[in-house]
């Protein structure tokens, strides 16, 4: 945790500036929904006993409710605007379903707690894409923060 403040503070008291209220309210907000869908698929993968089976309600609820509102509130254009996209959407949905498949089997054989410090740890990798291909800077601050990140994540692991 205080490493992801570090990191939403870094920029705040390097610059001078007042921090951004709104933005961290939402960052805080998004953190607690985080922990909230953490909680209810760890509990529901277990009481579905098999990720797979989980996995494939969750598919076919949001594969027919999702496709459903786009279509009502985009019309008949909406499905000629998708095939463009087709090969690509498709590919990314499923590295998507296997990336969430995989966190899902790793809820049934492990501790809620360290799964979800492992599958979170994607922020350090954001920064360091940040800072790679963006070229926003990651000075001594962004490190610090992303080494108490990692420590944390490792003393989670250790742990639970």
Same mark, same amino acid.
């Given at each position: 945790?205080?490493?992801?403040?570090?990191? =939403?503070? %870094?920029?705040? *008291?390097?610059?001078?500036?007042?921090?951004? %209220?709104?933005?961290?309210?939402?960052?805080?907000? !998004?953190?607690?929904?985080?922990?909230?869908? !953490? +909680? +209810?698929?760890?509990?529901?993968?277990?009481?579905?006993?098999?990720? #797979?089976?989980?996995?494939? %309600? &969750?598919?076919?609820?949001?594969?027919?409710?999702?496709?459903?509102?786009?279509? =009502? *509130? *985009?019309? *008949?254009?909406? #499905?000629?605007?998708?095939?463009? $996209?087709?090969?690509?959407?498709? &590919?990314?949905?499923?590295?998507?379903?296997?990336?969430?498949?995989?966190? &899902? %089997?790793?809820?049934?054989?492990?501790? &809620?707690?360290?799964?979800?410090?492992?599958?979170?740890?994607?922020?350090? +990798?954001?920064?360091?894409?940040?800072?790679?291909?963006?070229?926003?800077?990651?000075? =001594?601050?962004?490190?610090?923060? =992303?080494? #108490?990140?990692?420590?944390?994540?490792? /003393?989670? /692991? $250790? #742990?639970?």
């Amino acid at each position: 945790s205080a490493g992801l403040v570090g990191l =939403a503070l %870094w920029g705040v *008291r390097s610059s001078g500036r007042r921090p951004d %209220w709104p933005a961290l309210t939402a960052a805080v907000a !998004t953190g607690l929904a985080i922990a909230a869908y !953490t +909680v +209810v698929d760890g509990a529901g993968v277990r009481a579905a006993g098999s990720p #797979v089976t989980y996995l494939a %309600w &969750l598919m076919i609820l949001e594969g027919v409710a999702i496709p459903a509102y786009a279509l =009502a *509130r *985009r019309g *008949r254009g909406f #499905v000629s605007s998708l095939r463009p $996209h087709a090969g690509r959407g498709l &590919l990314g949905a499923a590295l998507s379903m296997a990336a969430y498949g995989l966190v &899902l %089997w790793a809820q049934t054989r492990a501790p &809620l707690a360290p799964v979800a410090a492992l599958r979170e740890s994607s922020i350090i +990798v954001g920064a360091l894409i940040g800072a790679f291909f963006f070229k926003e800077r990651f000075g =001594a601050s962004r490190l610090l923060a =992303a080494a #108490v990140m990692a420590a944390g994540i490792g /003393l989670m /692991l $250790h #742990v639970g």
